[in-house]
T-cell receptor, first 114, second 113 residues
Framework: GNSVTQMEGPVTLSEEAFLTINCTYTATGYPSLFWYVQYPGEGLQLLLKATKADDKGSNKGFEATYRKETTSFHLEKGSVQVSDSAVYFCALWTSGGSNYKLTFGKGTLLTVNP | NAGVTQTPKFQVLKTGQSMTLQCAQDMNHNSMYWYRQDPGMGLRLIYYSASEGTTDKGEVPNGYNVSRLNKREFSLRLESAAPSQTSVYFC????????????FGPGTRLLVL
């Protein structure tokens, strides 16, 4: 079956530090890949996505590249801010027959200190 | 546009009680979803509706029922609540069911005693 594995958190960084959150996946076919972010007390918001191999998704200074050869979609940001403190979820989307499904990783809590 | 709205925001139930969680979207989306979020588990799909008039089971459907009332509304019903259903419930919607970005509501926090 499909699965997503994210690095275990929590991750604590100082402001302006470099961020990497690792994400690897197992899937049949050609999945689309997503990063969602959940700020405290809110629902999930799409951060970025990539729909085919070698695509780079980017938004708000965050980037992730769809690497089919390593089945990875690592999230990076060059300089984090306190406002980036949130839970980050990697997810993949596959479809087949009547089975449409977003599969989520367990989430990584990021805390950025001033 | 309000996006995806959910009611209530918070609810406490006793074991065996029933309740319905409401979800509505104003984005004219065809597909809607119900997830539950538990600590360390990510989000798990309970039920989804690929289009108006259809519903299908997701990963963890036991103990739940759904109704796609119209294109805008998708409700989740707990007929006889159990402590294992204590969770945060999220509704989401997307334009279509295939590879589309999902938009999430703010969540309903449910505590079953």
């Amino acid at each position: 079956g499909n699965s997503v594995t994210q690095m275990e958190g929590p991750v604590t960084l100082s402001e302006e530090a470099f961020l990497t959150i690792n994400c690897t996946y197992t899937a049949t076919g050609y999945p689309s890949l997503f990063w969602y972010v959940q700020y405290p007390g809110e629902g999930l918001q799409l951060l970025l996505k990539a729909t085919k191999a070698d695509d780079k998704g980017s938004n708000k200074g965050f980037e992730a590249t769809y690497r089919k050869e390593t089945t990875s979609f690592h999230l990076e940001k060059g300089s984090v801010q306190v406002s980036d403190s949130a839970v980050y979820f990697c997810a993949l989307w596959t479809s087949g027959g009547s089975n449409y499904k977003l599969t989520f990783g367990k989430g990584t809590l990021l805390t950025v200190n001033p | 546009n309000a996006g995806v709205t959910q009611t209530p925001k918070f609810q406490v139930l006793k074991t065996g009680q029933s309740m319905t969680l409401q979800c509505a979207q104003d984005m004219n989306h065809n597909s809607m979803y119900w997830y539950r979020q538990d600590p360390g588990m990510g989000l798990r799909l309970i039920y989804y509706s690929a289009s108006e008039g259809t519903t299908d089971k997701g990963e963890v459907p036991n103990g739940y029922n759904v109704s796609r009332l119209n294109k805008r509304e998708f409700s989740l019903r707990l007929e006889s609540a159990a402590p294992s259903q204590t969770s945060v419930y999220f509704c989401a919607s997307s334009v279509g069911a295939d590879r589309e970005t999902q938009y999430f509501g703010p969540g309903t926090r449910l505590l079953v005693l």
